[in-house]
């Protein structure tokens, strides 16, 4: 079994390279993006197994994302990305 396929969504970019770096050695990290309408269109072509996002992203409200990824089937960790991993 490959390692799990995780798409990275948040607006601050240092953030998202730090989070990948944590995340690359135990999965792959196949997209990051930086607002909520990018968001949907990469987890539609993806197709990752898991999403972190932020929990506020640009162009895209947060419980209208959470319901638009669902209906994609894709598992959503929202609340991962607090601020407290610092690049």
Known sequence: MG?????LADDHP????????HLEPEFEVVGKVLDGQLLLQEAIRLKPDVIVSDISMPLLERHRG????????VPVADRV?????RP
């Open 3 to 7: 390692r799990a396929r995780i798409l």
């Open 14 to 21: 240092d953030l998202l390279k730090t989070v990948e770096r």
């Open 66 to 73: 959470c319901r638009s990824i669902k209906r994609i089937r």
């Open 81 to 85: 990305l607090d601020g407290s991993l």
